[in-house]
Each structure stands twice: as C-alpha cells, then as structure tokens.
C-alpha cells in the first residue's frame, strides 16, 4: 500500500451472523492501538468515521426472503457504500472494521463506483457464497460474496446505484475449508480462484498469495482485500463467531499480509468478523492490530 491517508470506517453491526457480538469489534480493534500503530507507521488516519444504522429503514423487508435481517444488513451496507465511495474519491485508503462479513456488501458495492474492475482476495474458512436459495443457515454473512457477484437475489446496484458486479475470474478465495453443497458446485463451475487449506498446505501460502496477486490484479483497476479473522486458525483467533480447526497459522497469516504490502497493489481492505464476546483475553482483537500493521508495512527488523 502507498502512504496515501488512510480512513478507517468503523463499521458496529452483527446482524448479519448467526450470533451477536461482531458489533463489538470495531471500537475493540480501536481500543488495542490501530491507530497508535499506523501513526508509527507513518500514515495520517483518520477514524471518526462510524456507520450507523439509518433509524427508518427505507428498503421495505422481503417478506418472502429467508434471510434473517436482510433489511437491516442492506441498508447498513448502502450507507457503507456511499462512505468508502467518498473516501475513495477524495483519495483516501479505505480500511473497513466489522462488524459481520455481510457489510462487505456495502464496501464492495462503494469501491466498484470507481474501481470498474476492481479485483478481490478473500480471506475466510468459508467462501460466504451462499445465495437466498441455498443457505443453509439464513445468516446474510454466508452470501456476501454472492451478492457481490451478482449471483444473489441482492443485486449491488439495488446496495449503490450505479455499483456493478465483481467478476469471478478477478477474485480469489484463500483459506477455505467449510464450504456447503451450494458453494463448492458454483466454485466449480464459475471461474473463481479458490485457494483451500489443501493448497495452502501443499503450495505453501507465499506461493498462495502470489498467484492471488497476480490473478485478482490481472486486468483490474484495483484490489481490495477482505480478510475474515476465522481464516485463521482458531488456537490463534478464537474470538470469532464461525470458527473452524485447521486454519491459517499465525505466521502464515503475517507473511501473507506483508506479501501484500510489499506488492504496494492493495487498494483497500476491510478486516470483519472479529467477536469480541467469544474472545480470550482480547486475543484476536490484538492479532487483527498486528495483521493489519503487516498490510501497511509493519516489519520484524
Ligand atoms: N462470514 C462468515 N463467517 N460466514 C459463515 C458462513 C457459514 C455458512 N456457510 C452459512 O452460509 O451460514
Ligand atoms: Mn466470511
Ligand atoms: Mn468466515
């Protein structure tokens, strides 16, 4: 990333898991030295932005839907839109803290008013591309990515007018490993990159995120990065609301996001899912200050 200013959006809403408590995760990422951290770093930040819920929701509930606050996580995520779709224009980094993965939505649906092909790597256990037809759980968080593609009853224009579809082939899934039926047919079949735990395991996560790099950054006009904490393993991040064993390692977590600083292509990120309630001794919201100071240039020596 370059040393343009960065933004920080706070983002307080858990509406979109299947349990509360990611509402918590902004003001605690916060409260654990993000800002001290990119400060030493050298970026001017600014991180007095908080979206809220509008008090009347305007978008009418679809009633025949069976997603659980699919008003709620629509509406928070066009107001999310119209926030980094400024920060964008005024040339700031938008870095985005959940909050649940549903407001990815709205981060996306924003950055495609400028970034026309934009590309994206998404760090998660899961693959959140689920659609209204398929999901298993009704949690708007397992379809964000969906929604993003187009491929959901949820169009990104009906979240930011003007917002258009993100192409599989600019998008890349690393850390998979709990995926349903729905899921795994349409990665098949899309053309969407996903790096598994298997690939990982096998390739090693530098090769990993190279490939990512080059494959979300060819023929795009950005990259944003949307890393789920539950990619890492849980030993590491446990205060997450969808945990699942065997995931990314504390290391390979930090080599990860210091490839992408290095790469200096990442456009901007967002770092969602963190739970505050479920955490131990504030364990992952710490390790999120840290990763994120990895994506901005954070060294060892
Ligand atoms: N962003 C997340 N943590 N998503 C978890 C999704 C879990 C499951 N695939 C579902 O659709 O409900
Ligand atoms: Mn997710
Ligand atoms: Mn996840």
Same mark, same amino acid.
């Given at each position: 990333?370059?040393?343009?200013?960065?933004?920080?959006?706070?983002? @307080?809403?858990?509406?979109?898991?299947?349990?509360?408590?990611?509402?918590?995760?902004?003001?605690?990422?916060?409260?654990?030295?993000?800002? /001290?951290?990119?400060?030493?770093?050298? $970026?001017?930040?600014? #991180?007095?932005?908080?979206?809220?819920?509008?008090?009347?929701?305007?978008?009418? &509930?679809?009633?025949?839907?069976?997603?659980?606050?699919?008003?709620?996580?629509? &509406? !928070?995520?066009? +107001?999310?839109?119209?926030?980094?779709?400024?920060?964008?224009?005024?040339?700031?980094?938008?870095?985005?803290? =959940? =909050?649940?993965?549903?407001?990815?939505?709205?981060? %996306?649906?924003?950055?495609?008013?400028? $970034?026309?092909?934009?590309?994206? !790597?998404?760090?998660?256990?899961?693959?959140?591309?689920?659609?209204? &037809?398929?999901? @298993?759980?009704?949690?708007?968080?397992?379809?964000?990515?969906?929604? *993003?593609? =187009?491929?959901?009853?949820?169009?990104?224009?009906?979240? &930011?007018?003007?917002?258009?579809?993100?192409?599989?082939?600019?998008?890349?899934? !690393?850390? *998979?490993?709990?995926?349903?039926?729905?899921?795994?047919?349409?990665?098949?079949?899309?053309? !969407?990159?996903?790096?598994?735990?298997?690939?990982?395991?096998?390739?090693?996560?530098?090769? +990993?995120?190279?490939?990512?790099?080059?494959?979300?950054?060819?023929?795009?006009?950005?990259?944003?990065?949307?890393?789920?904490?539950?990619?890492?393993?849980?030993?590491?991040?446990?205060?997450?609301?969808?945990? +699942?064993?065997?995931?990314?390692? #504390?290391?390979?977590?930090? %080599?990860?996001?210091?490839?992408?600083?290095?790469?200096?292509?990442?456009?901007?990120?967002?770092?969602?899912?963190?739970?505050?309630?479920?955490?131990?001794?504030?364990?992952?919201? /710490? %390790?999120?200050?840290?990763?994120?100071?990895?994506?901005?240039?954070?060294?060892?020596?």
């Amino acid at each position: 990333m370059g040393k343009s200013a960065i933004t920080v959006i706070s983002v @307080p809403f858990g509406m979109g898991a299947g349990r509360p408590g990611s509402e918590m995760g902004p003001d605690h990422i916060l409260k654990f030295g993000l800002v /001290k951290k990119l400060h030493q770093l050298g $970026y001017e930040v600014s #991180y007095d932005k908080r979206i809220l819920l509008p008090e009347h929701i305007e978008i009418a &509930a679809n009633i025949s839907s069976p997603m659980k606050h699919e008003a709620e996580a629509i &509406a !928070i995520s066009s +107001v999310l839109a119209r926030e980094v779709a400024d920060t964008v224009r005024q040339g700031g980094t938008p870095l985005i803290l =959940g =909050g649940d993965h549903s407001i990815s939505m709205g981060t %996306l649906s924003g950055l495609t008013q400028h $970034y026309r092909e934009l590309g994206v !790597i998404w760090f998660d256990a899961h693959s959140d591309l689920n659609t209204e &037809a398929t999901s @298993p759980s009704g949690n708007m968080h397992g379809i964000s990515l969906a929604v *993003a593609l =187009g491929l959901a009853g949820i169009k990104p224009q009906e979240i &930011a007018s003007g917002a258009v579809p993100i192409k599989p082939e600019h998008c890349v899934i !690393i850390g *998979a490993r709990d995926l349903d039926r729905g899921e795994k047919a349409f990665i098949r079949s899309c053309g !969407i990159t996903c790096f598994t735990m298997h690939e990982i395991d096998r390739l090693g996560i530098e090769h +990993v995120v190279n490939e990512a790099l080059r494959i979300a950054g060819d023929g795009t006009d950005g990259i944003h990065l949307s890393f789920d904490i539950d990619s890492v393993d849980p030993i590491e991040a446990p205060g997450t609301g969808t945990p +699942v064993r065997g995931g990314v390692s #504390y290391r390979e977590a930090h %080599l990860a996001l210091e490839l992408m600083n290095e790469s200096g292509v990442i456009t901007s990120a967002d770092f969602v899912e963190v739970n505050p309630s479920l955490d131990h001794n504030n364990q992952t919201s /710490k %390790l999120v200050v840290d990763l994120i100071g990895s994506l901005f240039g954070s060294r060892i020596l």
